[in-house]
């Protein structure tokens, strides 16, 4: 039963993640353009324990993802990190920003602030 809490815990995360992102309206356009930062992030879910563990294995999907993000709106994976959402989520900023890097992502924002964290 312990072993399948974590992956218990990462599919009610997605769950609260998806349906938030149905609930809320977004609010013109911000870092993540158009999309709402719940569903930018909802579709982040498969991100959620690398995001939280540095020593956790990123998954395919989420350096995907990860990826999509990156090449449509860079500045909406920071916003994502640093949103309340993810913190609810136990998303560690500290850590989540080095899910690029882990992912070997060549066009990832080398240098740039996330808040108080520089993106490795």
Request: proline share 8%; glycine share 6%.
């Amino acid at each position: 039963m312990a072993s399948n809490m974590p992956t218990c815990f990462a599919a009610v995360m997605a769950l609260m993640l998806v349906s938030q992102a149905f609930v809320r309206e977004a609010n013109g356009a911000g870092e993540c353009g158009k999309t709402p930062i719940q569903s930018a992030a909802a579709s982040l879910s498969s991100c959620l324990s690398a995001a939280g563990n540095a020593k956790a294995k990123v998954s395919p999907t989420c350096c995907t993802k990860v990826t999509a993000l990156i090449n449509t709106a860079p500045k909406c994976l920071c916003a994502v990190v640093l949103s309340p959402l993810a913190k609810k989520a136990g998303i560690k900023p500290a850590i989540a920003i080095t899910v690029p890097k882990r992912c070997n992502i060549k066009n990832r924002p080398v240098g740039k602030k996330c808040g108080s964290y520089i993106i490795p």
